[in-house]
């Protein structure tokens, strides 16, 4: 497989007004909203401020990995297409420079005997 390997069929999501419910989504995960208004927040050991809205015809890109809570309009609901990350994408490996920072910041081991 390459990285321009089409992802799986979408999964379609439904949620009746005023659904609440946790969601599996994995990171490069693309949630499109075909009807209603639908409300994401993050798994909780992400930054609890950063919700997001999605009204129909909208899209938003997953970034982080895990159970995401998913609310749907208590008028309409929702309906949204998920579709999975294409096959062999992956983030951007840390720049150089971070990946030296994070070593110069661990503690040393030092045995002392």
Known sequence: M???TLPSEPERLTLRPG??????LSAGATLVALE??????????????????????HAHVV??????????DRRNGAQVHIVAAAAGTRRP?????????????????TSRG
């Not at 659904?19 to 599996?24: A, E, F, I, N």
């Not at 209603?36 to 015809?57: D, E, F, N, Q, V």
């Open 2 to 4: 390459t990285a321009t």
């Open 93 to 109: 490996a840390r720049p150089a420079i971070w990946r030296w920072f994070a070593n110069v910041i661990q503690p040393r081991q």
């Open 36 to 57: 209603g208004t639908l409300r994401l927040a993050p798994p909780s050991r992400s930054i609890a401020t950063a919700r997001h809205t999605l009204g129909a015809g």
């Open 19 to 24: 659904q609440t419910g946790l969601h599996w």
């Open 63 to 72: 970034e982080t990995s895990g159970w995401w809570h998913l609310h749907a």
